[in-house]
């Protein structure tokens, strides 16, 4: 216990001194007016004389009881207009719990380069240290759940290596289980080996950022032990969300939100990657703190200040991805957590493909050089006689089919799609109008299907004269017309090649087979739109069993890398339950489980990036221990009042009237 007291208001004890005292002292100096009266004699007036030598000016003082009286009253007064405070560390009970809080905003690191989360450890063994031999104590640690550490024991070394063995978590921080925990071992340990009245006691070591702080109850006597500092910088990542563009498919739209949950205003630069290859960077953006008031923004805004919170990313994604979205200041960042957030792009689906055709030795051998599910080809009149209804894509090889189906991806060569918003011009005899000796104009270097292609040396022999729709898309543009082509309408994609591929180079050419590839894998992507959503810490996926039998029945253990490596054994029946994803990142399986192949882990979590501790006990229950010292605060002034200014007050009275009367 610490006997020297702290003062909380010295200032106003001060100022209010440097008034009253000398008004006081003042009082004792002034003049008194008499009337001059003559007397016979002074024998009994010896007192009127002393008043006279009292009311001479510059005389010191005399000494009075009174004044001396009235100067402790004063003082006292005034010691306890200053709010003078001890703390004290009260020793452990017979009972204690200590519960340790490892949720993500404890991984700050503001304990002088080390984390909250240590700090939290390093006051919990103070505790343990301060045991009485008699005493036991349990560890628990929490986060948006609760883990028995170490159940009750007198043993402070078994205590102290479970406080060491918790560790971090990315997860949300809840307080209610921790307590019921807390308070059935109690029960449990009172009714086994301590029977008796004495309330057990729970030592919190937390910033108290929890979310059921509404809800918490618990038997027990708590002493909430803050840590973190409310000076801590953090920028975060709150928001993300990606999409794909339906009507362009391989277009991905990201959009991010940050927040600054610092003291001072930020700035930083966000980055967008794509399996780690930096695609966008430098795009800056300037953060107001949450923690101001709509005045401070006002303020600030009228200053020249301009907040930019969000940024959006427009990136075209072909294949299966990681988009990450990261920013970069870390000056000013405590939480490295919350500095990025990624979302899993699916890989386009195995599409099943026919090619009706009456024979093209160069688009047979590309197709089937390609991963396709068992691509078929047929002639047109088997085409018309089977009218096929399974296929993602069919490619038409210079055949315009009397069936058409309803729906589905469609590509063409050399031919105009019967029945679609693009025709064919004729000439006025009713024959195609073909245009001779064409060559590449241009093409559109960044859409998905052309994307890395170089397609400036093409020679086309004959290529059909297209009319398109304003909506249709030139994707190849030749010296006197287009040459590629798409186009969606409602129900169906066409992708129109104006020649015959068999009329042109094309085929000698490496661009050919990566265009084909290409466009079905856009095409593939026009069925696989969605994007896979992020996992919040602590998350357990489960994955279907005909998952796994269908990849490989003699599977037994699925690895899993990632922020965490770990081996699950698959069971006999059910499906697998993946264990908690406790930190952020990205997961990886293997063997690679389709849809499971890869899994984002993201924070995004506005409590947890806050790392402004709680002034006070989550919920109000328990008493807070001072300044993160682990000891208790008193206050004095009611004990300067109540046991020196009334007393003395009191013999002061006294005094004064025993004058009087004499």
């Given amino acids: 216990m610490s006997w020297f007291p702290q003062f909380l208001n010295p200032l106003t004890a001060l100022i209010a001194s440097a008034i009253a005292i000398p008004s006081l002292l003042i009082l004792y100096f002034l003049k008194l007016r008499r009337q001059e009266k003559l007397v016979s004699s002074t024998i009994l007036w010896r007192k009127a004389i002393q008043d006279l030598q009292v009311n001479a000016p510059f005389q010191k003082l005399r000494r009075n009881l009174l004044l001396l009286l009235q100067m402790l009253i004063l003082v006292a007064l005034l010691l306890a207009l200053a709010n003078p405070i001890i703390s004290y560390a009260p020793p452990p009970g017979k009972t204690t719990v200590l519960l340790i809080d490892r949720s993500a905003s404890m991984s700050a690191r503001d304990q002088n380069g080390k984390s909250r989360l240590d700090e939290a450890k390093r006051r919990a063994k103070d505790v343990v240290g301060a045991l009485e031999r008699d005493a036991s104590a349990m560890v628990i640690a929490f986060?948006?759940?609760?883990?028995?550490?170490?159940?009750?024991?007198?043993?402070?070394?078994?205590?102290?290596?479970?406080?060491?063995?918790?560790?971090?978590?990315?997860?949300?921080?809840?307080?209610?289980?921790?307590?019921?925990?807390?308070?059935?071992?109690?029960?449990?340990?009172?009714?086994?080996?301590?029977?008796g009245p004495s309330r057990p006691e729970v030592y919190l070591y937390s910033d108290g950022r929890v979310l059921d702080a509404d809800q918490l109850r618990v038997n027990a006597d708590v002493r909430y032990d803050p840590v973190g500092s409310d000076q801590a910088g953090n920028i975060a990542i709150v928001a993300l969300s990606a999409k794909r563009n339906y009507e362009r498919p391989a277009e991905v739209q990201v959009f991010a939100r940050l927040a600054n949950y610092g003291p001072d205003i930020v700035s930083t630069d966000v980055q967008l990657s794509v399996d780690g290859e930096v695609r966008r960077i430098g795009t800056s953006v300037t953060l107001?703190?949450?923690?101001?008031?709509?005045?401070?923004?006002?303020?600030?805004?009228?200053?020249?200040?301009?907040?930019?919170?969000?940024?959006?990313?427009?990136?075209?994604?072909?294949?299966?991805?990681?988009?990450?979205?990261?920013?970069?200041?870390?000056?000013?960042?405590?939480?490295s957590a919350d500095d990025s957030a990624q979302v899993v792009l699916p890989p386009p689906r195995s599409l099943s493909v026919l090619l009706v055709t009456d024979g093209n030795y160069f688009l047979e051998k590309a197709l089937a050089a390609l991963n396709l599910q068992k691509p078929q080809t047929v002639s047109p009149l088997q085409y018309e006689n089977q009218k096929p209804k399974t296929f993602d894509v069919i490619l038409f090889d210079r055949y315009a089919p009397a069936y058409m189906p309803e729906a589905g991806s469609l590509v063409w060569f050399g031919v105009a799609p019967p029945g679609s918003k693009i025709?064919?011009?004729?000439?006025?005899?009713?024959?195609?109008?073909?245009?001779?000796?064409?060559?590449?104009?241009?093409?559109?270097?960044?859409?998905?299907?052309?994307?890395?292609?170089?397609?400036?040396?093409?020679?086309?022999?004959?290529a059909i004269k297209l009319s398109l729709p304003l909506e249709?898309?030139?994707?190849?543009?030749?010296?006197k017309c287009p040459l590629v082509v798409l186009d969606r309408e409602v129900k169906a994609t066409h992708i129109v090649v104006a020649f015959d591929v068999l009329q042109s180079n094309w085929p000698m050419k490496v661009s050919f087979p990566v265009f084909l590839h290409n466009t079905l894998q856009y095409l593939a992507l026009g069925t696989e739109m969605s994007v896979r959503e992020s996992y919040a810490p602590g998350a357990t996926p489960r994955i279907p069993r005909a998952s796994i039998l269908k990849l490989d029945q003699s599977i037994k253990t699925i690895h899993m890398s990632g922020p965490e490596n770990r081996d699950i054994k698959i069971p006999e029946t059910g499906d697998i339950a993946l264990p908690p994803?406790?930190?952020?990142?990205?997961?990886?399986?293997?063997?690679?489980?389709?849809?499971?192949?890869?899994?984002?882990?993201?924070?995004?979590?506005?409590?947890?990036?806050?790392?402004?501790?709680?002034?006070?006990?989550?919920?109000?229950?328990?008493?807070?221990?001072?300044?993160?010292?682990?000891?208790?605060?008193?206050?004095?002034?009611?004990?300067?009042?109540?046991?020196?200014?009334?007393?003395v007050l009191m013999i002061e009275w006294w005094v004064y009237t025993r004058r009087v009367h004499l």
């Fill in 288 to 335: 107001f703190p949450e923690r101001w008031t709509e005045e401070q923004r006002r303020q600030a805004e009228q200053a020249g200040q301009q907040m930019r919170d969000s940024v959006e990313y427009t990136v075209d994604v072909l294949t299966a991805a990681v988009v990450k979205i990261e920013q970069t200041n870390t000056v000013n960042d405590l939480l």
């Fill in 143 to 195: 986060d948006d759940s609760a883990e028995p550490m170490q159940p009750f024991t007198s043993d402070t070394s078994a205590l102290r290596r479970a406080i060491d063995a918790i560790q971090p978590t990315d997860r949300k921080s809840k307080l209610k289980v921790a307590y019921q925990l807390a308070e059935a071992q109690t029960h449990f340990n009172q009714n086994q080996n301590r029977p």
């Fill in 423 to 462: 025709t064919a011009d004729t000439e006025a005899s009713g024959a195609l109008r073909l245009i001779t000796d064409q060559g590449v104009l241009d093409w559109k270097r960044d859409h998905p299907t052309l994307r890395d292609l170089q397609l400036g040396k093409i020679y086309v022999g004959e």
């Fill in 472 to 479: 249709a898309e030139v994707l190849v543009d030749g010296l």
């Fill in 581 to 647: 994803l406790d930190r952020v990142g990205l997961y990886r399986t293997d063997p690679e489980i389709p849809g499971y192949e890869q899994l984002a882990v993201n924070l995004l979590d506005a409590n947890e990036s806050n790392l402004v501790p709680q002034a006070k006990a989550p919920g109000g229950v328990g008493e807070t221990l001072a300044g993160g010292t682990g000891k208790s605060r008193r206050e004095l002034w009611w004990w300067l009042i109540a046991c020196a200014a009334l007393p």
